[in-house]
T-cell receptor
Framework: GAVVSQHPSWVICKSGTSVKIECRSLDFQATTMFWYRQFPKQSLMLMAT?????????EQGVEKDKFLINHASLTLSTLTVTSAHPEDSSFYIC?????????????FGPGTRLTVL | GESVGLHLPTLSVQEGDNSIINCAYSNSASDYFIWYKQESGKGPQFIID?????DKRQGQRVTVLLNKTVKHLSLQIAATQPGDSAVYFCADHPGDDKIIFGKGTRLHILP
């Protein structure tokens, strides 16, 4: 099946710094990728939809200036958490849209654990 | 607003028994549902899907049932194994756009 990777798998940073997370589709081109955030023992919450070559679409309540998304190529989307604070500590998961019979499905990456001290 | 939710947060099942995980949805226009399995510290893994024009779909050891009348779907896992321990999410996938995840049910396998 299609493979989506994320880098890094975990990161620890100091409060106030910025952190970049990469999401790559390894064996297919993805014009659309999605970014999710998951707090402990909770479900995945969609943050934004990343479209190659255009601006990301953010879900209600997600600060676009804090969570910068860049989808510069058909295989790479990046999420930058700017001026990170402890409340931004979470599990960040990306997915890539993949064509299937009758439409599309999504393949998910392994996630990135962000801890802000 | 519209949401996809699960009845029970935790389910404990004896190894070898069948597991049934339930899910309710509220959007009557929903026509495509997916079950995902998420192991600790990993991303969601696709298990099985079903369209609204079907009542039942079977995979390897898994079956999904859809009852559109009461807006309910379930995931049945046959002969539950230790490797089935995970959190299971039902998800609503309207059209080709975003996937909306339910709250999740943690499945514990008892030895």
């Amino acid at each position: 099946g299609a493979v989506v990777s994320q880098h890094p798998s975990w990161v620890i940073c100091k409060s106030g710094t910025s952190v970049k997370i990469e999401c790559r589709s390894l064996d297919f081109q993805a014009t659309t990728m999605f970014w999710y955030r998951q707090f402990p023992k909770q479900s995945l919450m969609l943050m934004a939809t990343s479209n190659e070559g255009s601006k990301a679409t953010y879900e209600q309540g997600v600060e676009k200036d804090k969570f910068l998304i860049n989808h510069a190529s058909l295989t790479l989307s990046t999420l930058t958490v700017t001026s990170a604070h402890p409340e931004d500590s979470s599990f960040y998961i990306c997915s890539a849209r993949f064509p299937r019979e009758g439409g599309y499905t999504q393949y998910f990456g392994p996630g990135t654990r962000l801890t802000v001290l | 607003g519209e949401s996809v939710g699960l009845h029970l947060p935790t389910l404990s099942v004896q190894e070898g028994d069948n597991s049934i995980i339930n899910c309710a949805y509220s959007n009557s226009a929903s026509d495509y549902f997916i079950w995902y399995k998420q192991e600790s510290g990993k991303g969601p893994q696709f298990i099985i899907d079903i369209r609204s024009n079907m009542d039942k779909r079977q995979g390897q050891r898994v079956t999904v049932l859809l009852n559109k009348t009461v807006k309910h779907l379930s995931l049945q896992i046959a002969a539950t194994q230790p490797g089935d321990s995970a959190v299971y999410f039902c998800a609503d996938h309207p059209g080709d756009d975003k996937i909306i995840f339910g709250k999740g049910t943690r499945l514990h396998i008892l030895p």
